[in-house]
């Protein structure tokens, strides 16, 4: 089973986070070899990778992530699964930080995004998305 859009269900309870408060989101992409954009998009039937789609909705869509108040926190590059799934490879990993969660929901309502969104759309073959709450490390794992 793939993923590229959140649930009703998860979205849902997302929309009952708390005001005010950080939250980090943790991104797993896995993208398509080719990027398929629907019939009715400039780029439908162009040779683009999904790499350059995502590159391209990351460009676009950065103005209103930066608008919202969102900031990347953390990006690395995926190298192999130690615990898990083989099969479950991700091409690229990130953390991206928002004010609280009606800014990650302002961002995707927002007209402007909701166009830059089909970049994304055209080029993930499935991922995840792992809303956090970031706090203080201790010294020992998971503290």
């Known amino acids: 089973m793939t993923y590229i859009d959140p649930d009703r269900e998860a979205w849902a309870v997302f929309k009952t986070l708390p005001k005010g408060q950080p939250i980090n989101m943790l991104n797993l992409i896995r993208l398509k070899p080719r990027a398929e954009y629907p019939a009715d998009h400039p780029d439908h039937g162009k040779d683009i990778t999904g790499l350059d ?47 609280d969660a009606e800014a990650f ?12 969104v089909k970049h994304r759309t055209a080029g993930v073959a499935d991922s995840r998305l792992l809303c956090l709450t970031p706090r203080e490390p201790g010294d020992g794992f998971g503290e």
């Not at 929901?105 to 830059?116: G, K, L, Q, S, T």
């Open 53 to 99: 789609a995502y590159r391209a909705y990351g460009r676009t869509s950065a103005e209103v992530f930066a608008r919202v108040g969102g900031r990347q926190v953390w990006v690395g590059n995926p190298r192999v699964m130690v615990t898990g799934p083989q099969a479950e490879a991700w091409d690229l990993a990130f953390i991206a930080e928002y004010p």
């Open 105 to 116: 929901i302002a961002m995707v309502r927002d007209p402007e995004y909701r166009e830059h």
